[in-house]
């Protein structure tokens, strides 16, 4: 990537090239390279891939996918609809309105009705502008944007604006104004089907001559004026004039990673300049490939990890036999510690779990006064808080912190909950060293006929857990728990671009880290029979045959 491709890269994206060290590792080793946040640099959960994107980033991904002819029809359904319309009408009652207009034409009529006309007239004042909450009633420029935002919504119900609204428009159409200003003026009179004046249609593209000496805020803002630029030019009835050469360059070294907004700008201003369609071919590929079920478009640039997940990803290595010490980690707990962001005690337990393990570490003191903490670890293990215990014992092993042996007071066996709570002990204890301390009434004979069934729990981590503490106290593998196993794990095995990942269960078809970290240590300790963890040449392993 060279010339104008670098200077946008440094400019309207978070990254651009390929992560030190990810094309060296194994192919089954990269599936977590996918999982990592632009962002912050830590792993994001799995989940987070089969979530639509927030509903402004959303607008701008269908309305790209339509300009460039690709069909965004969508199947959503009201019941995903409901949460998105929420989400854009708190952050803003009109422009809210308009980032749901994209997902109304692409089908999900939820999204918007004939109430959100009358609300919409409802922010109408007497003078003929829109007032949108959100932004405030002071002066031209909110009120422009505001009213062009109401035009939008209306136009896209079938509904036409007052002229009231047009006579206002009209009246400061003779004044000079900002760039933005006039884009939402000329925008809005063309709503109304009204004539945009040449006082302010008539000028020239912003330069593109001097972007290699613009600083990256003065780079987004140029792209921004020609966006603007575009827009009256369109209002007017008049082709854009611009640099179609620099756009196109900036359009190929930033089509994979640039943000949702800013690449529906490059692409309407280069659709509108007359560009080719094998320019935007990138653009196509990139979003129809975060295409998700129901048509809407995720965006996994918006992603934030956390060091949780990252823990988790770094246990999964180590129990595959890749290599840990990733740079990018200790990057991005280095950017935490200098911002001063403490966090929740859990947090920073998982912060100095993931720095030993990433870096090989000594034990960070501030993880032994942690996990000494009743506060922090309980010292009595009930069914109620064996799963809080378990993964903070997890953490406090990972950072190399001991830990006292918890009080465990037995509780019967008889529900899926109580079962996997002692399960849960178990596997606590052992990874945390204890296993000597593990109650005597916890059983592989009590967890046997539970073991046996997976239909009985909530989850495919539930359930690898009881199998797990069942094996460890001695309960045989023999065909009829192989069979169980086919059916409660490696039936759930896999996601897109996640083929060794395991999903939750239970309904619920994303893959998870912890799932996985469950299945990968149950394997791990039957020795590998069953195939569920990948090899250490980083070959997704085999399935085990289930008889």
């Given at each position: 990537?060279?010339?104008?491709?670098?200077?946008?890269?440094?400019?309207?994206?978070?990254?651009?090239?390929?992560?030190?060290?990810?094309?060296?590792?194994?192919?089954?080793?990269?599936?977590?390279?996918?999982?990592?946040?632009?962002?912050?640099?830590?792993?994001?959960?799995?989940?987070?891939?089969?979530?639509?994107?927030?509903?402004?980033?959303?607008?701008?991904?269908?309305?790209?996918?339509?300009?460039?002819?690709?069909?965004?029809?969508?199947?959503?359904?009201?019941?995903?609809?409901?949460?998105?319309?929420?989400?854009?009408?708190?952050?803003?009652?009109?422009?809210?309105?308009?980032?749901?207009?994209?997902?109304?034409?692409?089908?999900?009529?939820?999204?918007?009705?004939?109430?959100?006309?009358?609300?919409?007239?409802?922010?109408?004042?007497?003078?003929?502008?829109?007032?949108?909450?959100?932004?405030?009633?002071?002066?031209?420029?909110?009120?422009?944007?505001?009213?062009?935002?109401?035009?939008?919504?209306?136009?896209?119900?079938?509904?036409?604006?007052?002229?009231?609204?047009?006579?206002?428009?009209?009246?400061?159409?003779?004044?000079?104004?900002?760039?933005?200003?006039?884009?939402?003026?000329?925008?809005?009179?063309?709503?109304?089907?009204?004539?945009?004046?040449?006082?302010?249609?008539?000028?020239?593209?912003?330069?593109?001559?001097?972007?290699?000496?613009?600083?990256?805020?003065?780079?987004?803002?140029?792209?921004?004026?020609?966006?603007?630029?575009?827009?009256?030019?369109?209002?007017?009835?008049?082709?854009?004039?611009?640099?179609?050469?620099?756009?196109?360059?900036?359009?190929?070294?930033?089509?994979?990673?640039?943000?949702?907004?800013?690449?529906?700008?490059?692409?309407?201003?280069?659709?509108?300049?007359?560009?080719?369609?094998?320019?935007?071919?990138?653009?196509?590929?990139?979003?129809?490939?975060?295409?998700?079920?129901?048509?809407?478009?995720?965006?996994?640039?918006?992603?934030?990890?956390?060091?949780?997940?990252?823990?988790?990803?770094?246990?999964?290595?180590?129990?595959?036999?890749?290599?840990?010490?990733?740079?990018?980690?200790?990057?991005?707990?280095?950017?935490?510690e200098r911002t001063g962001t403490a966090g929740e005690v859990t947090e920073r337990l998982s912060r100095a779990a993931l720095r030993r393990v990433a870096t090989d570490g000594?034990?960070?003191?501030?993880?032994?006064?942690?996990?000494?903490?009743?506060?922090?670890?309980?010292?009595?293990?009930?069914?109620?808080?064996?799963?809080?215990?378990?993964?903070?014992?997890?953490?406090?092993?990972?950072?190399?912190?001991?830990?006292?042996?918890?009080?465990?007071?037995?509780?019967?066996?008889?529900?899926?909950?109580?079962?996997?709570?002692?399960?849960?002990?178990?596997?606590?204890?052992?990874?945390?060293?204890?296993?000597?301390?593990?109650?005597?009434?916890?059983?592989?004979?009590?967890?046997?006929?539970?073991?046996?069934?997976?239909?009985?729990?909530?989850?495919?981590?539930?359930?690898?857990?009881?199998?797990?503490?069942?094996?460890?106290?001695?309960?045989?593998?023999?065909?009829?728990?192989?069979g169980a196993l086919g059916r409660g794990v490696t039936a759930y095995r896999g996601c897109a671009g996640l083929p060794d990942l395991y999903q939750v269960g239970g309904g619920?078809?994303?893959?998870?880290?912890?799932?996985?970290?469950?299945?990968?240590?149950?394997?791990?300790?039957?020795?590998?029979?069953?195939?569920?963890?990948?090899?250490?040449?980083?070959?997704?392993?085999?399935?085990?045959?289930?008889?």
């Open positions: 990537m060279t010339g104008i491709g670098v200077a946008v890269c440094a400019a309207l994206l978070s990254a651009c090239a390929d992560t030190p060290g990810q094309s060296e590792r194994a192919p089954a080793a990269r599936q977590f390279d996918l999982l990592v946040s632009q962002h912050n640099g830590y792993h994001y959960p799995p989940f987070l891939r089969y979530q639509p994107a927030a509903p402004e980033a959303q607008s701008y991904a269908l309305r790209t996918l339509s300009e460039l002819g690709r069909g965004a029809g969508t199947n959503v359904s009201a019941e995903r609809v409901a949460p998105m319309r929420g989400e854009a009408l708190s952050a803003s009652p009109l422009w809210g309105r308009t980032w749901l207009i994209p997902l109304h034409r692409s089908g999900a009529r939820s999204a918007l009705g004939t109430d959100d006309v009358e609300a919409v007239e409802g922010l109408r004042t007497k003078g003929g502008w829109y007032v949108d909450p959100a932004l405030g009633d002071d002066g031209d420029a909110a009120r422009l944007g505001a009213t062009w935002a109401a035009l939008d919504v209306l136009r896209a119900l079938g509904r036409q604006g007052s002229s009231a609204t047009a006579d206002w428009l009209r009246a400061l159409a003779g004044t000079p104004r900002p760039l933005d200003e006039s884009a939402a003026l000329a925008s809005a009179l063309r709503l109304l089907d009204q004539p945009v004046p040449t006082t302010l249609t008539t000028f020239d593209a912003p330069r593109t001559s001097d972007w290699a000496t613009l600083t990256p805020g003065r780079r987004t803002d140029r792209l921004s004026d020609t966006y603007d630029y575009v827009l009256i030019q369109e209002a007017g009835g008049r082709r854009p004039d611009i640099d179609r050469g620099t756009w196109e360059a900036v359009l190929r070294g930033g089509a994979p990673n640039l943000s949702l907004e800013h690449l529906y700008q490059l692409v309407h201003i280069l659709k509108a300049a007359g560009s080719p369609a094998s320019v935007f071919l990138p653009v196509v590929e990139r979003l129809e490939s975060d295409r998700l079920d129901d048509g809407t478009v995720r965006d996994p640039h918006a992603y934030l990890g956390n060091p949780d997940a990252s823990l988790f990803v770094e246990r999964l290595r180590a129990l595959a036999g890749w290599p840990l010490g990733d740079r990018r980690l200790v990057a991005a707990l280095d950017r935490e000594g034990v960070h003191e501030q993880a032994r006064h942690l996990c000494v903490d009743p506060e922090v670890l309980p010292r009595a293990v009930t069914e109620r808080n064996a799963t809080l215990w378990q993964r903070t014992a997890l953490d406090c092993a990972d950072a190399g912190a001991e830990i006292a042996t918890p009080e465990v007071p037995p509780w019967k066996l008889d529900t899926p909950a109580r079962v996997v709570s002692a399960a849960t002990v178990t596997i606590g204890m052992t990874d945390a060293g204890q296993r000597d301390a593990i109650p005597p009434w916890i059983t592989s004979r009590a967890l046997g006929e539970w073991a046996r069934e997976p239909g009985r729990f909530l989850s495919v981590y539930d359930y690898t857990l009881v199998v797990r503490a069942y094996s460890l106290l001695g309960g045989a593998v023999d065909a009829t728990m192989r619920d078809h994303a893959c998870d880290l912890k799932t996985t970290w469950g299945v990968w240590a149950l394997d791990r300790q039957l020795d590998g029979t069953m195939g569920w963890v990948p090899s250490r040449s980083g070959e997704s392993g085999e399935r085990a045959e289930v008889r």
